[in-house]
């Protein structure tokens, strides 16, 4: 049967080249098309977590849900002492976050004042990366404080500028201090360069009475797929009911809905698409197998059976589709690994979708082998799928009637 | 050796346009036979060859190919059936119009599962008897009728077959062709021992059977 | 003759039924789940966008010169009230607002956020852009010190109905002020930045907490559809910033245009299927028929009638693809946007992105009348070759040929 249909795909030439054609087009569509929403996803959150967010991230529980300074970790120290001794825990580091305001002469603007150990911040973030002006924190004790692009903006204030700070301390108490802008940093994370300022742990915690506190302690991983063998370990070793350790992927849960209702949006797009092409693949092959009832009548009569006639039916669309797949393929994953390496350059793209966290105007490509085997065999079934009603439709005539066909 | 008890069919039975096609059949067929159903159109030649050869089913009645039933078996068996014991030849020729002279001639041979070598040897005797080996590499569609039906006859006997059952194979052949390929089908018959049932109203062969059955109106007359 | 050819065309087409039925089914699968997308994708647009315009800017909006890169209240319009008795009497305008914005800091006593306090009449926001529609929890007044949160802000700072939050900032003066508000209602404008910062209070409480005179604002909004009322605007008032919206929100331009052109390549890819598929049945039908046609050349029918009847024939089975996508396709549109797609279950990020949690899509003519046009030109396309076969024809050689 296999030969035969070898034969009949050779003779057949205009259905055999429309066949060949849509799958080529299709599976080039599928790869790529996934690989660019893949991509363009997987920057995204990277692009997030890389920037200030965390593998894991420990709270005193409620914390997140409610706030308040009773739900700050009250004893850092013994905390870190346990991390330290976890297999795959490869740096943490505490921090201490508060709102208040920030002030420049008659200018003044709200922000995220976050005390940090700049030293670890550095391994732990991009943050010392992001400076644009200025320096960087030092583990010095000082009064520097290190200020996003946005604020800098709002406040305008330029480096060595002192501005004063009025918030409140974790025992409910006003506190206030004047810091020195040392160093201006750019995530590309509009909101966060807009409303975010750092300062030296050591320094703020004489101000804000947080020894020994934090808001949270922020954990890095060796291997980000072992997150939550590690994440385990860590509640384990803890072993506090008050306290909760949470990955990235609970952490930046709307993140990843968000991820998941755009690829929802993509998908049906490429539903419809490749819904046109299976009808027109269909359609090509009820016509080659319609004109050829009489041959398959006669074939029956002299003794082929209805599962040869479904295997030579699928041979003939698995070569095609085979072939079709097999060039398709090597182009289509070359296209994605290069953009993979080379992310495309859309202008403008980051500053028009900024509200939605894009930080970069590059839009770099997944390169997936499991991704890309899926997209491939999806092709293959709506191909063989395609074959299930002409061959009913073969089927429904008697090896007579079928004979006799015009 | 087939043999045909009572058999009955109705085209469109219960409708108003029902037709008695077979009407009491009753006949047995000796191996080694080479006969024909005569009789005028309609007269239900090509029905009972279709019952015989498994191809339709009847309403009434049994028949036997060497002591076994047919009539009662399922779609699966008698295609299989149609396979390993039959072979058919057609008015219009119906070879497979991928398939080269020799493929065409060996096809149910390899569905059957002989090998490349045994399909080989008796695709070139067939050839030379029926005077087509130098075609065998030709495509159906650039021989002629004769040459065709004479494709047609080498791939229903290629398999050797207890019967043929072969309706019309000289319809649309000219008198030169079909007086040619009843001459072969004969030495076929002689020399293999096939049976050879026609359906037919061709005076030729009914000058070339040894036996003639005549119908008429669904009935053996 | 006319009657005979449109009876023969019909017949042929629908002669071999499944391949017709195959063909039909595709057109109608296709244009359905197409016009389908493009409603859903340009409802979401299109809500965006009027929401956008009746929460922030409206069609025009004048500010003072330079308070858009400053962002300082000292750049406010200081006669604001006289200029929106002058606006309401303008030809085209159909509804105006004042705001008073301030950027400053939100706290309640666990969470505090920065955020921003706009100060606005209910009223007139409500004739304005329908305020009241963007309410998702409690009511919308200013009483009892009531402020409005926008959703973003409110999951911020824990907020509920009810909760009670500081709102502190830099007055005219230079002075840090703070604001008590309890939260009345809790809205959801589906704009971005408002509902990540806004907090809406009662523009007069605003003016005397931020020190302004009562007719000094920071943003005149404006509706009004006429085009040429903004240059009247800018003529009017060259001392002030007068922008339309998409100068204000050049990047929505741009989404826009991108919407559009990713619907064109959708929809372009999708026709070209469709043509084949078509191509390949036309062409197919037509050369099955080839010895009939060269029989009715024979017999002295002429060419333009064959002609016509393949062209009518291809017409009757694009047109019933057509008729069933339309119909397929207007019940999808109907229901999408009367009832919408429920996507409750990814409300955390629809809201993120602005999005509300039920996606409701919306009906243009022009999804119908383009792709009638492209269904009715493929199938005209899709008989050129065969036609051409048949007029190249010699009857006498096409009767004999074998099949």
């Known amino acids: 049967m296999f030969h035969f249909a070898l034969k009949n795909i050779l003779f057949y030439k205009g259905r055999s080249f429309t066949t060949f054609i849509l799958t080529f087009i299709s599976t080039m569509l599928f790869i790529v098309y996934v690989s660019m929403m893949d991509g363009s996803h997987d920057s995204m959150l990277k692009n997030s977590l890389k920037v200030y967010g965390s593998a894991i991230e420990i709270y005193h529980k409620n914390y997140r849900e409610l706030g308040g300074n009773e739900y700050l970790i009250k004893d850092v120290k013994t905390i870190e002492n346990k991390l330290a001794n976890i297999e795959g825990v ?28 700049p030293q670890k911040e550095a391994e732990l973030s991009e943050l010392k990366n992001a400076l644009t002006s200025g320096e960087y924190l030092k583990n010095d004790g000082q009064n520097c404080i290190y200020i996003g692009k946005g604020v800098a903006s709002k406040l305008k204030v330029k480096v060595s500028d002192e501005i004063s700070f009025i918030g409140g301390a974790s025992d409910n108490s006003f506190a206030a201090d004047i810091f020195r802008v040392c160093g201006v940093f750019k995530t590309g994370l509009f909101e966060f360069d807009a409303s975010a300022a750092f300062v030296s742990k050591e320094y703020f915690d004489t101000l804000m009475l947080s020894q020994n506190k934090a808001s949270y302690i922020t954990v890095k991983v060796d291997d980000l797929n072992e997150v939550d063998r590690i994440n385990g370990e860590i509640i384990q070793a803890l072993n506090d009911e008050n306290l909760e350790s949470l990955t990235w992927r609970t952490l930046m849960k709307t993140m990843v809905e968000a991820m998941e209702v755009d690829s929802i949006f993509g998908y049906v797009s490429l539903a419809l698409f490749l819904t046109v092409i299976f009808f027109v693949i269909m359609i090509y092959g009820f016509i080659n197998v319609s004109s050829r009832i009489k041959e398959f009548g006669i ?108 | 050796m087939i043999k045909l008890q009572n058999v009955n069919k109705y085209f469109y039975k219960g409708e108003p346009r029902e037709v008695h096609a077979l009407r009491d059949i009753n006949l047995t067929i000796e191996d080694g036979e080479f006969s024909l159903f005569s009789g005028p159109s309609g007269c239900g030649k090509t029905t009972l060859l279709n019952a015989i050869g498994a191809l339709d089913s009847v309403d009434s009645g049994h028949i036997f190919l060497d002591e076994r039933e047919i009539t009662t078996l399922g779609e699966d068996a008698r295609t299989s059936l149609r396979l390993n014991e039959m072979g058919f030849i057609f008015q219009a020729y119906n070879l497979v119009p991928v398939l080269s002279v020799e493929e065409n001639i060996g096809f149910i041979m390899k569905l059957q599962g002989f090998s490349d070598a045994q399909i080989k040897k008796r695709v070139l005797e067939l050839a030379s008897i029926l005077e087509i080996d130098k075609l065998l590499g030709s495509l159906p569609n650039s021989l002629s009728g004769g040459q065709q039906q004479r494709v047609a006859v080498a791939r229903a006997v290629a398999a050797k077959p207890k019967i043929i059952l072969a309706d019309e194979p000289t319809a649309n052949l000219d008198s030169a062709n079909s007086k040619k390929l009843m001459d072969m089908m004969r030495e076929l018959n002689e020399k293999e021992g096939i049976s050879i049932l026609f359906a037919s109203h061709d005076e030729l062969i009914r000058d070339s059977v040894r036996r003639v059955i005549k119908m008429n109106d669904g009935a053996l007359i | 003759m006319y009657r005979l050819l449109i009876k023969m065309a019909w017949k042929n087409s629908f002669s071999r039924l499944s391949r017709t039925l ?39 909006s004048i500010f003072a010169k330079e308070y858009r890169v400053q962002k300082d209240i000292k750049y406010r319009i200081k006669n604001a009230e006289l200029i929106k008795k002058d606006l309401e009497g303008m030809a085209g305008v159909k509804a105006v607002v004042l705001r008073v914005k301030a950027d400053g800091l939100g706290a309640t006593a666990r969470k505090s956020s920065f955020a921003s306090l706009y100060g606005i009449d209910l009223d007139a926001e409500e004739k304005f852009g329908r305020f009241g529609e963007f309410l998702k929890e409690g009511a919308i007044s200013f009483d009892n010190r009531g402020a409005l949160i926008g959703l973003e802000l409110a999951k911020t700072l824990k907020l509920h109905v009810g909760s009670k939050l500081i709102f502190s900032t830099q007055d005219i003066n230079g002075d840090i002020n703070s604001l008590s508000l309890r939260v009345n ?9 408002l509902d990540s910062d806004a907090i809406f209070v009662d523009r007069k409480k ?63 890819i999708v026709m070209s299927v469709v043509f084949v598929g078509i191509l390949g049945v036309m062409y197919v039908s037509i050369l099955d028929r080839i010895r009939e046609f060269g029989i009715m050349l024979g017999i002295g029918m002429h060419y ?13 089975v694009s047109l019933s693809g057509y008729i069933s996508g339309a119909v397929l396709g207007a019940i999808l549109l109907v229901y999408l946007r009367d009832y919408g797609i429920d996507l409750s279950a990814f409300s955390d990020a629809l809201e993120m992105w602005g999005y509300e949690s039920v996606i409701h899509g919306t009906i243009k003519l022009s999804y119908f009348t383009t792709t009638f046009t492209a269904i009715i030109t493929a199938s005209i396309l899709s008989i050129v070759i065969p036609l051409r076969k048949i007029q190249k024809i010699n009857p006498i050689d096409v009767i004999k040929a074998e099949k």
């Open chain 1, 90 to 117: 490869q740096l943490f580091s505490s921090r201490y976050e508060t709102y208040g305001l920030l002030s420049f002469k008659e200018y003044s603007t709200a922000s995220m004042i976050v005390g940090i150990d």
């Open chain 1, 299 to 406: 074939l029956r009569c002299i003794g082929l059976s209805k599962m040869r006639i479904f295997s030579l039916l699928f041979y003939e669309i698995f070569i095609l589709s085979s072939l079709a797949i097999v060039m398709a393929t090597p182009i289509a994953g070359y296209i994605c690994h290069y953009y993979s390496m080379n992310p495309i350059i859309i202008e403008g793209i980051a500053e028009m979708y900024k509200d939605y966290g894009i930080v970069s105007d590059e839009l770099p490509f997944s390169f997936n082998l499991f991704t890309i085997s899926w997209n491939v065999l999806v092709v293959l079934v709506l191909n063989i799928l395609s074959i299930v009603y002409p061959f009913m439709y073969v089927y429904s005539f008697g090896p007579i009637e079928a004979s006799k066909h015009v």
């Open chain 3, 22 to 60: 195959l063909l039909i089914t595709m057109i109608a699968v296709s244009m359905s789940m197409m016009i389908g997308i493009q409603g859903l994708y340009d409802g979401m647009a299109n809500n965006m966008l009027d929401k956008n315009k009746r929460s922030a800017s409206g069609d025009i």
């Open chain 3, 185 to 193: 209602a809790i809205v959801q404008t589906t704009n971005i930045p």
């Open chain 3, 206 to 268: 605003v003016q005397r907490f931020l020190g302004v005179k009562d007719g000094e604002v920071t943003q005149i909004a404006i509706m009004g559809e006429e085009e040429s009322l903004e240059n009247s605007l800018k003529d009017k008032y060259p001392e002030y910033d007068v922008k339309s919206f998409l100068e204000l929100q050049p990047m929505m331009q741009m989404m826009q245009d991108m919407m559009f052109i990713f619907n064109s390549i959708t929809f372009f």
């Open chain 3, 304 to 316: 333009k009638y064959i002609r016509l009847q393949i062209f009518l024939e291809a017409i009757f």
